[in-house]
């Protein structure tokens, strides 16, 4: 569910204090050049702690998908299964690969 433009104006001004609500939020367009990198650069570095947590999260996933297909794989002791299973690995892997 995504928040109403009145939550987001209503955080926005909370953020700026009395004065933001005299004015709307600034842009990053209408910051000074320092500030306008200073937002560059954490917005950069949330990016990537979130990416590593998605891949750390990928990660563990794949490898609980991988432990079972291939435990039902040996399981099964037949071997068109067994390269049905390994077939389907090796394609999930390539998606997340790219």
């Known amino acids: 569910m995504e928040p ?6 209503h955080l926005l001004h909370e953020r700026h204090g009395a004065a933001g609500r ?8 209408d910051c000074p050049y320092d500030q306008r990198r200073s937002l ?25 998908h991988a432990d079972d297909c291939v435990d039902d794989a040996i399981r099964s002791q037949d071997p068109d299964e ?13 998606k997340v690969g790219r």
């Open 4 to 9: 109403s433009r009145s939550a987001i104006s």
């Open 22 to 29: 005299d004015r709307p939020a600034r842009g990053a367009s």
């Open 40 to 64: 560059l650069h954490r917005h950069a570095q949330s990016i990537l702690a979130i990416r590593s947590v998605l891949s750390q999260v990928e990660i563990i996933i794949l490898q609980d």
């Open 82 to 94: 067994q390269r049905s299973k390994f077939k389907d690995l090796v394609e999930i892997f390539e």
